[in-house]
């Protein structure tokens, strides 16, 4: 490994270390953390007991509920990413529009979703569609904003240009307004990315028919005291996370980091 | 050949031009020169249609000129050649926009993106955007005010090139005094805000005209001339 790779991996390296170090000490400090009978884990396993009590049917559970909130996510994301970006469009294209929308958006924004369970059960039932609109409305605000955001940012000129060509308001938006605001739908995409993991999670809380995603694990392995698995599901739920995080970083490196120098 | 007739214009109440009235002949440069927030700019975005004047019209322009900001302005996502093509539109004939690139010395630059060009070679770039649309009329706005001196020649010298060959008219926006009698058939004095136009001189050094021309003493005193005229015009 090289000097500076090693250099590179030096902080983070660090914070785990010192992660793993406060955990072992949450572990031990607590009270009553391990059951007296079989010496379990009761509240918090350490790092190197987390995969006790996890058998086959576990770990097969496990994936089927990393498959579906994956899946979750994913649709959710692709729906939030079509709709923000509309959104942001539609806002940028007038002063008017952006003052009828924006309070709105924040409105949803804020709303606990648990305040609109009924009317979304009543409406995609209490399974799967429920839970990708959950997603999409957790995950959709950082799109919309950043791409208006994007969009108010194009220099002057920039826009005289068009307006010198005679583009078409439609022309206009193709080729400039959206390539424009690539940077910062990026940005917004990073962290809508890891809302749409938190959204597919946190409706697996409220809407519980169907199969069961990660959410609805982590509550069940809670309910039943069986914190190693909890705790290796919740791990899962973070790489996963993670994994979309840097997904939507790699798509960000793929088609802005070439021509994008700020 | 085209008027701007009695044009005036103010910000939030503030005039920023008053009557200005300027015609431009098929294939004259015209420099305008002035201190800072006189309506310069104001008067050339009022000629390109990018701002409508409270007073006053422009007449005999064509529906797209040319235009040469201040900065670049280039599309950050657009290769070099794509970005030279952005004015003309879908109507670019591409053996010409190449044959400009080649004219400036960026052909071999064209699949580059904008953030690999140096200062010049992006102005350069600007300036063949503009005249791949082949506009009769081009507004430059200080298109060459960021540019070291040297390279500042360097393209006084491609410009003079590329319009012996188009032909184009030209209004030339500056604070260069040096620069607007070496480009220009006429030197406008504009006066601080709100600008008028408060004197012209002609300049009658042959065309083409050399970059030995800079060390002329009839070109020093000409510059000596408009930059008196300037000196009194913002007193």
Not at chain 1, 104 to 111: E, G, H
Not at chain 2, 136 to 146: C, H, Q, R, S, T
Request: charged share 15%; hydrophobic share 50%; glycine share 8%.
């Amino acid at each position: 490994m090289s000097a500076s790779r090693m250099k590179r991996l030096r902080a983070p390296l660090a914070s785990v270390s010192v992660f793993v170090g406060l955990w072992y000490g949450l572990a031990y400090s607590l009270d009553n953390n391990f059951a007296s009978s079989d010496g379990s884990a009761l509240i918090v396993p350490p790092p190197h007991r987390l995969f006790e009590g996890l058998n086959s049917r576990t770990v097969e559970r496990i994936a089927t509920a990393t498959g579906i909130s994956v899946a979750t996510a994913l649709t959710g994301l692709v729906i939030a990413v079509v709709l923000g970006s509309a959104l942001g469009l539609f806002m940028a294209s007038a002063r008017s529009v952006e003052r009828a929308v924006w309070p709105w958006l924040i409105a949803m924004q804020v709303t606990p979703v648990i305040v609109l369970t009924p009317i979304i059960v009543r409406i995609f039932g209490p399974s799967f569609a429920a839970r990708v609109f959950v997603t999409v409305v957790v995950a959709f605000f950082p799109l919309a904003s950043n791409v208006l955001f994007g969009v108010r940012s194009i220099p002057q000129s920039w826009r005289d240009l068009f307006v010198l060509r005679g583009a078409s308001r439609v022309e206009t938006i193709r080729e400039l307004w959206i390539p424009a605001s690539l940077p910062s739908f990026f940005a917004g995409l990073r962290i809508s990315a890891g809302l749409a993991v938190i959204g597919s999670i946190v409706g697996d809380f409220f809407f519980t028919r169907g199969d069961a995603g990660l959410g609805r694990l982590i509550n069940y392995f809670f309910l039943d005291t069986r914190s190693g698995p909890m705790f290796v599901t919740a791990l899962i739920a973070s790489l996963v996370g993670f994994a979309f995080f840097a997904a939507a970083g790699l798509l960000r490196k793929l088609f802005v980091d070439p021509w994008h120098k700020p | 050949m085209f008027n701007i007739t009695s044009v005036s214009h103010s910000y939030n109440h503030v005039p920023a031009l008053a009557d200005v009235s300027l015609t431009v002949a098929p294939g004259e440069i015209v420099a305008i020169v002035g201190p800072s927030g006189c309506g310069k700019s104001t008067l050339l975005r009022i000629a390109a249609a990018l701002l409508a004047p409270e007073l006053g019209e422009v007449k005999g322009l064509e529906a797209r000129p040319g235009y040469i900001f201040q900065e670049p302005a280039l599309l950050p996502w657009l290769r070099v050649r794509d970005n030279a093509s952005v004015l003309a539109g879908s109507s670019a004939d591409a053996h010409f926009v190449d044959s400009l690139l080649e004219r400036v010395g960026l052909g071999a630059h064209r699949h580059k993106w904008p953030h690999e060009l140096s200062g010049g070679m992006k102005m350069r770039l600007s300036l063949v955007r503009t005249l791949a649309a082949r506009p009769n009329v081009v507004l430059a706005d200080e298109p060459f005010g960021a540019l070291d001196q040297i390279t500042r020649h360097q393209m006084h010298d491609e410009l003079l090139r590329l319009h012996a060959e188009q032909r184009f008219s030209m209004v030339l926006v500056t604070h260069a005094v040096d620069e607007a009698v070496f480009l220009a058939d006429r030197v406008l004095t504009m006066s601080p805000a709100p600008g008028r136009i408060t004197a012209t001189s002609t300049v009658s050094f042959a065309r083409p005209r050399a970059a030995a021309l800079r060390y002329d003493a009839a070109f020093a005193a000409l510059c000596g001339t408009v930059a008196t005229t300037l000196r009194s015009a913002s007193a």
